[in-house]
């Protein structure tokens, strides 16, 4: 996921410009599933806390962040690494003092590699700088390293993760351009991916590995079928889920039930989100500002609440395992911004979307659901 708001643009277009594949995809499963992962991407609440920013229940009460989405059902928290990001969040030893904080709480915590020093997404899937000049048999080997070194060090510390991503909406492959899918070759992504796949499994074999793709407009089988026809192993199926850009639940809730079919393994949402407001606090406009971005979903507090209740209805009755809110804790804080090469100054496009106010209250009604 990126903040940025013209790169979302244009992913939108992206999306939009592919025929959907949902009418020809299967009914939701007939039992529902647990959700046993319901979770929430906090990745910008260190810098927020570090930079003064509170947080209160919906009563009023100030307390720590995690404390109040416990509250709410969450017993799961994602955390994106980037290898060299020029503010410092969120390098290895930033997710290593928050991972302390997530165990101690007795949550689970999944580490998102984006295996770049910024955002990395559909749009854009960047190299680290230091891996620049990197062919692809040494960008295997720093994958593997990488991986290797932050799960270690993470473990050595009481605070393995519970589970990986290899990479993040890697939907035509990473390290671009070595790592990226063109005329439907898989292989150098392959080799990407079972190296993190190794590195994670030699670090900790109980660390699920995850893939995940924001392909659940198009359909993600051209993809997971890929992956699989070179080999690649992984534990669970993540796909990222924004109504707005997406289309439908009923969509959605096909395309979760045909991969969870067809690749045999469980699957997840890795992202989703939805504003409670059209209101900008800040100097960066709003990614999404429409007053219904959604049919039947007003951008307000009880149209939020609504929506992310229904993501998880539809995941749950389609099979899916997991939700995860991306980026619940991030309101308007003055400094936090979505640029790591200018954090301080630049705006956040997301506040609308957090399930915190301005103020920095829990919003009514947000309830993660098992």
Known sequence: MTAHGTSRAGRAAVFLSVLALSATLPAPAASAAS?????????????????GARYYDANGT??????????????????????????????????????????AKGLKLLVDFHYSDTWADPGKQ????????????????????YTYDVCNSLKAQGTAPDSVQIGNEINTGMLWDDGRVVNSNFTNLGRLLKAGYNATKACNQ??????????????????????????????????SYYCYWHGSMSAMAGVVADVRSRYGKPVVLAETA??????????????????????GYPATPAGQAANFTAVQNTARNAGAIG??????????????????ADIANSGNGWENQAVFDRTGRLLPGIRWTS
């Open 274 to 295: 939805y504003p409670y407001t059209t209101a900008n606090h800040d100097g960066t406009a709003n990614v999404i500002s429409a007053a219904q971005p959604c049919a």
């Open 126 to 145: 960047a190299k680290p700088a230091a891996w620049a000049n990197h062919g692809i048999s040494q960008l295997q080997t720093d994958v593997y390293n």
């Open 206 to 239: 109980s660390t699920q590995v995850i893939i995940h793709t924001a392909n659940v407009r198009t359909g993600p089988r051209w993809f997971y079928d890929g992956i699989r026809a070179q080999g690649v192993q992984w534990d669970i199926t993540a796909l």
């Open 323 to 340: 939700v995860f809110y991306w980026e619940p804790t991030w309101h308007a804080v003055r400094g936090n911004g979505w640029d790591p």
């Open 35 to 51: 959700l046993t992962m319901r979770g929430a991407d906090v990745s910008t609440v260190q810098r927020a806390l570090e930079l």
């Open 62 to 103: 100030a307390r720590d962040p995690l404390d109040v989405l416990q509250g709410v059902g969450v017993n799961y928290v994602r955390l994106r690494i980037w290898n060299n990001p020029r503010s410092g969040y969120n390098n290895k030893a930033k997710v290593l003092q928050y991972a302390k904080t997530v165990k």
